[in-house]
């Protein structure tokens, strides 16, 4: 007995004792036939079948053709099977997987043990066989009830083959798998169905062609798919192994629902649904035309109707130029003020969008109104007038100050004007005051010259000096006459 076969009796002979046992298990593959390309991977599980009879450990030997196929790698996620005694293994060069394990609870439903992936190298016809096994019972003695290994057949071909068709025939629906009694021993999530095409399920789409695609759990053994306009159909095409991709194309409009369900080893989980919006029609015609009912601002005429997926916006162009972008939501009664700009005849072009994104475009030569600027933000508009206003009361104000210094600087140029007639009056006073000083000492001074003057004894010189100050008397009398002549002219002037 080999050293695997001790160790896995040594660690399972607490099973329970039966009297009596028949050989009727079996090492299976899933699937077992494919058709792949050159360079493709896929995915094989191995199964263990109890064929009824409680057992807790298997080992084997799974032989290829290394010509054919090579081995990515072997996995035990969700495995039927917690222990073991060596990890599963591969070898490209001899063609072989091993494995062993067990369970500390015995089973009799179909499990998976490991997942091989798989890669074609060339072209042909590869055969995967089980070329040594064995599937010990749960009986306290280790029982090897194991029966045979079945064969896998997997074609190769030079280039991938096409893609299955979206829409297959309708088949029946699959009979639900018998209750084994036992727990499965992972719980089967609903796929998680995403969109490249159709993000949002909420939403429409103008296109006719979806694709899908899901994420599948190690667990996952098998997928069933189906689109319908039925939001209660179940799926019913099924995949094994689980795709994780689906494409339909040519949907016709309105609302589809995605179906998709995966399968473990035991039981199918629960559906999930995705819904998928399709609306292909441009919104309905329409014509572009003035609101002639004198409104302020003037108005155009430009809404229209998408009986599917409904409006969503407008694009109104002026000689080729956007003008102004305006929600459905902002028409009142399919109007819509007419953008800003200087009147007169214009290319109008008005593109209409649906929620899918459908534009229908109507374009027109129109004689516009002239139609004045928007005031910049901020502006305040002018307010009818009640009562006083402040600014009046401001400029009464500086009405009042202004008049006020006005008459102040006016008495004070007349408070000057008549204390500098004062000054002047008292100036030419005091002038013909000195005037009347000034010949009393002219008088004197001459008597004092002529006295002088007659004298015989005088020299030149002195005679000379004489005459000087004679003259420079009647200069000085010539002067402060004129300058008193002058005051009493300015004087005069001033009254």
Same mark, same amino acid.
């Given at each position: 007995?080999?050293?695997?076969?001790?160790?896995?009796?040594?660690?399972?002979?607490?099973?329970?004792?039966?009297?009596?046992?028949?050989?009727?298990?079996?090492?299976?593959?899933?699937?077992?036939? $494919?058709?792949?390309?050159?360079?493709?991977?896929?995915?094989?599980?191995?199964?263990?079948?109890?064929?009824?009879?409680?057992?807790?450990?298997?080992?084997?030997?799974?032989?290829?053709?290394?010509?054919?196929?090579?081995?990515?790698?072997?996995?035990?996620?969700?495995?039927?099977?917690?222990?073991?005694?060596?990890?599963?293994?591969?070898?490209?060069?001899?063609?072989?997987?091993?494995?062993?394990?067990?369970?500390?609870?015995?089973?009799?439903?179909?499990?998976?043990?490991?997942?091989?992936?798989?890669?074609?190298?060339?072209?042909?016809?590869?055969?995967?066989?089980?070329?040594?096994?064995? $599937?010990?019972?749960?009986?306290?003695?280790?029982?090897?009830?194991?029966?045979?290994?079945?064969?896998?057949?997997?074609?190769?071909?030079?280039?991938?083959?096409?893609?299955?068709?979206?829409?297959?025939?309708?088949?029946?629906?699959?009979?639900?798998?018998?209750?084994?009694?036992?727990?499965?021993?992972?719980?089967?999530?609903?796929?998680?169905?995403?969109?490249?095409?159709?993000?949002?399920?909420?939403?429409?789409?103008?296109?006719?062609?979806?694709?899908?695609?899901?994420?599948?759990?190690?667990?996952?053994?098998?997928?069933?798919?189906?689109?319908?306009?039925?939001?209660?159909?179940?799926?019913?095409?099924?995949?094994?192994?689980?795709?994780?991709?689906?494409?339909?194309?040519?949907?016709?409009?309105?609302?589809?629902?995605?179906?998709?369900?995966?399968?473990?080893?035991?039981?199918?989980?629960?559906?999930?649904?995705?819904?998928?919006?399709?609306?292909?029609?441009?919104?309905?015609?329409?014509? $572009?035309?003035?609101?002639?009912?004198?409104?302020?601002?003037?108005?155009?005429?430009?809404?229209?109707?998408?009986?599917?997926?409904?409006?969503?916006?407008?694009?109104?162009?002026?000689?080729?130029?956007?003008?102004?972008?305006?929600?459905?939501?902002?028409?009142?009664?399919?109007?819509?003020?007419?953008?800003?700009?200087?009147?007169?005849?214009?290319?109008?072009?008005?593109?209409?969008?649906?929620?899918?994104?459908?534009?229908?475009?109507?374009?027109?030569?129109?004689?516009?109104?002239?139609?004045?600027?928007?005031?910049?933000?901020?502006?305040?508009?002018?307010?009818?007038?009640?009562?006083?206003?402040?600014?009046?009361?401001?400029?009464?104000?500086?009405?009042?100050?202004?008049?006020?210094?006005?008459?102040?600087?006016?008495?004070?140029?007349?408070?000057?004007?008549?204390?500098?007639?004062?000054?002047?009056?008292?100036?030419?006073?005091?002038?013909?005051?000195?005037?009347?000083?000034?010949?009393?000492?002219?008088?004197?001074?001459?008597?004092?010259?002529?006295?002088?003057?007659?004298?015989?004894?005088?020299?030149?010189?002195?005679?000379?000096?004489?005459?000087?100050?004679?003259?420079?008397?009647?200069?000085?009398?010539?002067?402060?006459?004129?300058?008193?002549?002058?005051?009493?002219?300015?004087?005069?002037?001033?009254?």
């Amino acid at each position: 007995m080999s050293r695997t076969r001790i160790t896995l009796l040594a660690l399972f002979f607490v099973g329970t004792l039966v009297p009596s046992l028949a050989l009727a298990a079996e090492l299976t593959f899933t699937p077992a036939t $494919i058709t792949k390309g050159v360079g493709e991977e896929f995915v094989v599980r191995v199964g263990v079948n109890p064929g009824g009879t409680g057992v807790n450990a298997a080992d084997g030997t799974v032989s290829f053709d290394p010509a054919l196929l090579s081995v990515s790698k072997v996995v035990r996620d969700g495995s039927v099977f917690s222990l073991w005694t060596s990890e599963p293994s591969f070898s490209n060069a001899a063609g072989t997987v091993t494995f062993s394990g067990g369970t500390p609870t015995s089973f009799t439903a179909a499990g998976t043990v490991v997942t091989i992936t798989f890669k074609a190298k060339a072209a042909g016809t590869a055969t995967v066989s089980v070329s040594k096994g064995s $599937i010990l019972a749960a009986d306290g003695k280790g029982t090897d009830v194991y029966k045979k290994g079945t064969d896998a057949t997997y074609t190769i071909t030079n280039a991938p083959p096409p893609p299955p068709k979206p829409e297959p025939e309708p088949e029946p629906e699959p009979a639900e798998e018998a209750d084994s009694g036992e727990p499965s021993q992972v719980l089967v999530p609903a796929p998680d169905v995403q969109s490249s095409t159709h993000k949002k399920p909420e939403q429409w789409y103008a296109t006719s062609t979806l694709v899908v695609s899901w994420k599948v759990p190690t667990s996952m053994t098998s997928i069933r798919t189906g689109i319908s306009q039925n939001k209660d159909d179940k799926p019913k095409k099924q995949s094994t192994p689980a795709s994780q991709t689906e494409r339909f194309e040519n949907l016709t409009e309105g609302v589809w629902y995605f179906t998709a369900q995966f399968k473990d080893d035991f039981e199918w989980g629960p559906v999930a649904v995705r819904e998928v919006r399709v609306d292909l029609t441009p919104p309905d015609e329409f014509d $572009i035309a003035l609101l002639d009912t004198g409104t302020t601002p003037p108005k155009f005429v430009l809404g229209t109707n998408d009986a599917l997926s409904g409006m969503n916006r407008y694009e109104i162009y002026l000689q080729g130029a956007i003008a102004a972008t305006a929600k459905s939501t902002e028409l009142i009664e399919n109007a819509y003020p007419i953008p800003p700009q200087a009147g007169g005849m214009q290319k109008v072009t008005v593109k209409a969008y649906d929620n899918a994104g459908n534009v229908r475009e109507v374009e027109k030569q129109i004689e516009l109104p002239f139609v004045e600027p928007p005031k910049p933000k901020g502006a305040e508009e002018e307010k009818p007038e009640s009562g006083f206003r402040v600014e009046w009361i401001v400029i009464a104000v500086f009405a009042f100050m202004i008049g006020g210094l006005a008459a102040w600087q006016y008495q004070m140029r007349k408070t000057i004007a008549k204390e500098q007639m004062i000054i002047l009056e008292r100036v030419i006073a005091t002038s013909e005051r000195n005037d009347k000083v000034f010949a009393a000492m002219r008088e004197e001074f001459e008597d004092l010259i002529n006295n002088f003057d007659v004298k015989p004894q005088l020299t030149h010189e002195e005679r000379a000096l004489l005459e000087n100050l004679k003259e420079v008397l009647d200069v000085s009398e010539e002067i402060v006459d004129s300058d008193i002549e002058e005051l009493k002219k300015l004087v005069k002037n001033m009254k």
